[in-house]
């Protein structure tokens, strides 16, 4: 079973600069939200009502003189306003500085979070940056042991009070880094000029959002945007499951919803309540997605009746295999012009023998729990993820990369999420078979003892009872056994050992 972890608000990334509280105008918000009439009415009451908290609670009034919104919106589902603002200094906002109000449709206050700072102009150490935005990706690199040579180039040049600079680069996960110029409260109650980023390490385990000191290099703050759970090592006895057995039928989640456009629209998967093949059998499902979540269904993209892609693509996530680690571009399984999406699964073979059955589970899934989320309100506006927002707000372009069968971990699962408009990625990846020994080399002695291994894709399958002998190198050239042995009469009745090569 491989489990999704929950992701982090990405409210904040959003960002509408507006250059004082005390000056926020309904025009500024409308370029965000062009049909807003209850978004700006409710911050008639909102801007007044933060004023005079602040102020209770030991701000001063240079203290909240620039406070930028970087997200308001109007909850479709509550009717709820949502409004988030961050402190800032001379246009520069401080990291971790964050204030939110919520207002109810009869814009009486429900929550008001203030974490903004008092007395931030006698905190400021400096104002101007020594190291350049490339200078601080370098020390980002090296904190994390990265000494591979890369090149930066400047893909967007510096705009606004904060330098704004996107730089491409090579090697790391993410090809573009975002970096903006931010203060950052440190161990000393002082306030850093800070050159905010984030690097995704290239064998995708941490995905890091970073303040790198402006002046020295250092690290100032982190935090990974990558969650995992980690589970162990896997119990070999429950490694051979069957699909034979008398189970619970699934739950339908949406079953007022559902409508069949195409011939199938079809997916063999463990949908609910079966939580994993220990729980029960898979189940054909037909049209599964929720027209409200998914207007145009799963597998579309431009907003017009009639799937974009038969793979295991469309608005809300992109599956395929990553089985070589690198998070480039892997294989999705076809469901043909039908989106017929029924793929045999034999779950004592090799993982590989049922890469279409598992990668169908995997885009049904994070289909299935983004339609039931943005039932409760998670949405375009509250920064869910879609390729395209269909009209509805937020930012698009962000919809799930979701790797099954990766191959740059074990026993364990993640999932990243950086800000509104780009693409989280979550891994899936393969289970260790625990203390189960596949076949034991009598000899030679410097690499005897037991090994665990996986099956192939093709050929006979391997034997329950594990296989004891010698080991004998094939000759040929490369050890590649593409060619004639020279050793053939050595090999006869030996594990045989060859260079699976490229």
């Known amino acids: 079973m491989v489990h999704s972890c929950t992701r982090m608000p990405r409210f904040w990334a959003r960002t509408l600069l507006l250059s004082s509280i005390l000056g926020l105008c309904p025009a500024g918000i409308q ?14 009451f909102a801007i007044p009502y933060i004023q005079r908290q602040s102020l209770e609670q030991g701000l001063t009034a240079a203290d909240i003189q620039d406070l930028r919104v970087t997200d308001a919106y109007v909850s479709r589902l509550s009717g709820n306003t949502q409004l988030y603002l961050r402190q800032a200094h001379a246009g520069i906002g401080i990291y971790g500085a964050e204030l939110n109000i919520c207002l109810d449709k009869n814009n009486e206050v429900v929550v008001f979070n203030n974490g903004a700072f008092p007395g931030i102009a006698e905190k400021i150490t400096n104002t101007v940056p020594l190291l350049t935005p490339e200078d601080a990706i370098r020390a980002a690199a090296l904190h994390y042991g990265w000494t591979e040579p890369f090149e930066l180039l400047v893909e967007e040049a510096a705009t606004g009070s904060d330098q704004y600079t996107v730089i491409r680069t090579t090697n790391f996960s993410e090809p573009t880094i975002p970096v903006r110029l931010v203060y950052q409260m440190g161990a000393d109650d002082l306030l850093h000029l800070c050159w905010d980023l ?18 020295s290099g250092n690290v100032l703050d982190e935090n990974d945007w990558m969650l995992s759970c980690d589970f162990g090592p896997a119990d070999a006895t429950n490694a051979t499951l069957d699909e034979s057995s008398t189970r619970t039928a699934p739950v339908d989640l949406f079953p007022t919803s ?21 729980h029960g059998a898979r189940s054909l499902v037909t049209s599964p997605w929720n027209l409200t979540a998914s ?28 089985i070589n680690g690198n998070d480039g571009t892997g294989y999705s399984p076809d469901g043909g012009p039908t989106l017929d999406f029924d793929f045999p699964l034999n779950l004592s073979q090799s993982p590989v023998n049922y890469l279409d059955a598992a990668l169908t589970n995997l885009f049904f899934w994070n289909n299935r729990i983004h339609d039931y989320t943005y039932l409760y309100g998670f949405d375009e506006v509250s920064g869910n993820f879609q390729q395209n927002n269909y009209g509805n707000g937020g930012t698009g372009g962000d ?40 076949f034991t080399v009598n000899s030679p002695s410097a690499v005897a003892g037991n090994y665990t291994a996986v099956e192939a894709s093709f050929g006979p399958g391997l034997s329950t009872t594990p296989l004891t002998q010698d080991l004998v190198l094939v000759d040929d050239p490369g050890n590649l056994a593409c060619a004639t042995f020279t050793n053939a009469a050595a090999l006869t009745g030996k594990i045989a050992l060859v260079n699976r090569g490229t």
């Open 295 to 322: 207007p145009f269904g799963w597998h579309d993209t431009n907003g017009s009746a009639g799937a974009e892609f038969t793979i295991t693509r469309g608005n809300n996530v992109l599956t395929q295999d990553d």
């Open 31 to 44: 370029a965000q939200n062009p049909a807003t009439p209850a978004l700006n009415h409710a911050l008639e």
């Open 258 to 278: 559902i409508v069949s456009t195409q011939a199938a629209n079809t997916y063999n998967v463990f949908d609910m309540p079966i939580e994993s093949p220990s």
């Open 198 to 215: 984030s690097l995704y390490l290239p064998d995708g385990s941490h995905w890091w959002s970073l303040r790198i000191d402006a002046r």
């Open 399 to 438: 919809y799930v990369l979701a790797d099954g069968q990766d191959g740059s971990g074990t026993n364990n699962a993640n999932f990243a999420t950086p800000a509104d408009g780009a693409n989280p990625r979550m891994q899936m990846f393969l289970w260790s078979v625990g203390t189960q020994v596949f």
